[in-house]
């Protein structure tokens, strides 16, 4: 494990997104328009007709995933949250159609009715992703590439 310290709160950014918006696409338009390049998103509600998880199968390296679809299906998004590093989100979720609920890492999703998300900015410290292995990446800072 590695801590961060030094982090503060920058601009926070609302975000309401349509029927038919893609969310992964909206929140990479605004991250590039308001040029945050670290955070995290604070709070996510809303419903999708269409999305694309990734869940691990396995506990041993390399990693095995699977990548449940929903097409045409109504399903309630309960959380949305995740980090951005370097300007790129990675974003989990947690939805729910009439039978369970499931959640995992966030490959694409389209917007049912309408979503709500909080994008909290922070500034002071600079974050990218470095690959650990097959599938796998972590935050670090900058300087320590």
Known sequence: MKYYEGASPGRTIVLRFDKGDYIIEGIRQVLREAEIKNGYIASGIGSFDNCRLKIPLTTELPPKFTYPEFNDTPLEVVAVQGFIAD?????????????????????EARILYVGEIVI?????????REAT?????????????
Request: glycine residues 10%; proline residues 5%; contains cysteine.
């Open 87 to 107: 300007g790129q989100p990675h974003i989990h979720v947690v939805v729910s159609d009439h039978k369970k609920c499931l959640a995992g890492h966030l490959e």
């Open 133 to 145: 292995g097959p599938y796998l990446e972590r935050i670090v800072l900058k300087e320590e590439e």
């Open 120 to 128: 909290q900015e922070l500034v002071g410290l600079d974050f990218t």
